[in-house]
């Protein structure tokens, strides 16, 4: 099993490491030894959480369809999403993977002109204004520390379905 420890003052800093168990309770190896020396202290009490990692393979298949998607894309697209990357995170803020932040401004003339602030700043975030509110929103990351297996999955199926409709294409479940 992978563990993730979280670690530090608050809490920010995370580690992993992967854990065995058994009658005589946990294990690690020696690559993961050597880690945890150098990161936890003997005598010190630390918090657990499981994690479920997805295979390589998902992931290479997932990334692999995303750009054959992008490479079938229509013309009109690309300015929208110049990069197969572009075309990812704008999809996992369409299907709900995202965070959001709003800022309220005292006109839609202010708004305006604080969105065209914000957006020069990341290119993969959706800035909208309605009336005098800012909303930002930012793809959630799928590296294997921020998104479980489960999440991932999920993610991938309704980013991989949206993607294909840009193509006018249905896609059966891998």
Not at 14 to 34: F, I, P, S, Y
Not at 41 to 69: C, K, N, P, W
Not at 163 to 174: I, M, P, T
Request: with cysteine; proline share 2%.
């Amino acid at each position: 099993m992978l563990c993730e420890v979280p670690f530090g003052r608050h809490h920010g800093d995370r580690a992993l490491a992967e854990v065995h168990g058994g009658r005589d309770g946990l294990w690690v190896n020696r690559h993961w030894a050597r880690k945890c020396d150098e990161r936890f202290v003997v005598g010190q009490s630390y918090t657990l959480d499981e994690l479920h990692v997805r295979t390589s393979e998902t992931h290479r298949h997932y990334f692999a369809m995303l750009h054959e998607i992008w490479q079938s894309l229509p013309e009109h697209f690309s300015e929208q999403f110049p990069t197969e990357e572009h075309m990812r995170k704008y999809a996992l803020i369409r299907t709900g993977y995202h965070t959001m932040t709003q800022h309220a401004c005292k006109s839609e003339a202010e708004a305006q002109r604080l969105a065209s602030v914000i957006r020069p700043y990341d290119s993969y975030q959706l800035v909208t204004v309605k009336d005098s509110i800012v909303t930002v929103y930012n793809a959630l990351s799928q590296d294997y520390r921020s998104m479980d297996k489960r999440t991932f999955a999920q993610s991938k199926e309704k980013v991989l379905d949206w993607c294909s409709a840009l193509v006018g294409a249905e896609r059966s479940a891998a």
